[in-house]
């Protein structure tokens, strides 16, 4: 793959190495009918189930830290969560402060649309953001 | 209007020296072209860069002396009228402060963008994009934008200096040194950039620093020659270190005349021109020992312009 280095690009925050020793933190904000968190905090939907599915393929254990979104995402812009999943606005004030993922290309049902929607990322995390849409794109790729 | 006091025209430039205008007309035209191919790729391929964001207002910056260069340049040739008694020499003058002024404001700018970056711990934002199926961190490709953007001022920079120092062009000089703080600040950028890639996020921050600094220096450096300019001060050599030679080979040419018992010059720079004023220490003065005086000037150097001659016994 290009550019594929090992060691280069890393992180800033080692978040890539966290993910392995403590397990991905990844914030939840309810955003039907792509990301649902439930009265009890469960957390499930089309983007839910995409981030469970990236941390099964690199053996990271998942935690769900669901929450107001402009809560997650200052947790996010300082490196405190691996990621933010539903709730972003296409003119987000935070759409310059954190990473952005490539589409997500997920419909909430077998023959729904396909808005271009996108998980956020922390910033400065360079490795990490790499991983993540390395995935995304593998999984477009994939019959 | 009487025509009455309407100052003669500027002396015509030496051929060599009206073809090298010429020439650093074209090399404007061409650095306009060439910046801004460079610009429009960095702004493709900027990401959360703070260094590259840094290193494109730099770019778009240094479109400022060639534009102004050929503003000045087309304002000067149409000389004295009705209106400008006495010339349009200064037209390079106020090119130069406009340079000056935006150079330092926005040196000062991104020295504030770049300290509240490092004090604030801000991480930038380098994601990936897509080449040919594969996600490529988007580094690499602000690294090659970088690189793009460093050869333009190379090449036209080292045409430009090489005008300026044969053909003594002071505006051409300046806008060199921008060309030259522009590849210096695509190089600091790519520092950034790979510094970003080891996972130190202050790498960038810091390289935006030290080219927001080249910036400031460079702004505040040209600004007191603006200064110095508009107060005709005394002329200063092509990359402004003192003294200019000029006034004393020409004070030695005049008290080199048979007649003339002392003198004493006050020069000043206009535009590509120096003028000024002979002061000789003799009792009398004929309108035929002033124009004697006036054809030695000419004959020292093709910038000497405007020579009064006046009597100063003291």
Known sequence: MLGACDGYPRDADAMTAKAAQRGMRVGASHDPPWLLVAADGTV??????????????????LTWVPGGHDALMRDLARARLHAVAGGHHPDSPWKPDVGWSQPLRVRASPDGPMPERRIALPPGQSAWHLAFDRYLLAQDAAP | MSTDGIRPPARELPAAQRDA?????????????WVSLASTLMYLSMGGSQAMKTALVEDMLSLV???????????????????????R????????????????GVGLALVYDSLHTLLTATRPVVGSVVVAGHAVWQGWIMMAALAASAVPPVILGRRKLELARQL????????????????MTAAAGIVGVAGIGFGLWWADA?????????????????????????????PQQLDRSDPDPL?????????????VEGCAVRLHEEGLHVSGL??????????AQAEEVRAAARAVDWRLDQIDVSLDPE
């Open chain 2, 168 to 183: 003594q062009l002071k505006p051409l000089h300046t806008d060199a040194d921008v060309g030259k703080a522009d590849w």
């Open chain 2, 206 to 234: 810091t390289a935006a620093l030290v080219i927001a600094g080249s910036v400031l220096h460079d702004g505040v450096t040209n600004l007191r020659g603006a200064v110095r300019d508009l107060h005709d001060a005394r």
């Open chain 2, 278 to 287: 002979v002061m000789l220490r003799n009792r009398t003065l004929t309108a």
């Open chain 2, 65 to 87: 002396p060639p534009i102004a260069f050929l503003v000045a340049s087309r304002f000067r040739r149409k000389g004295v009228d009705a209106e400008y008694i006495t010339g």
């Open chain 2, 247 to 259: 006034p004393e080979r020409l004070c030695t040419r005049i008290a080199a005349l048979p007649w």
């Open chain 2, 21 to 33: 205008l010429r020439h650093a007309e074209r090399l404007c035209w061409w650095t306009l072209l």
């Open chain 1, 44 to 61: 499930g939907g089309p983007e839910a189930a995409l981030a469970e599915r990236f941390a099964d393929a690199h053996g990271y254990a």
């Open chain 2, 89 to 104: 020499e200064r037209a390079f003058d106020i090119n130069f402060l406009i340079s000056a002024v935006a150079l330092t």
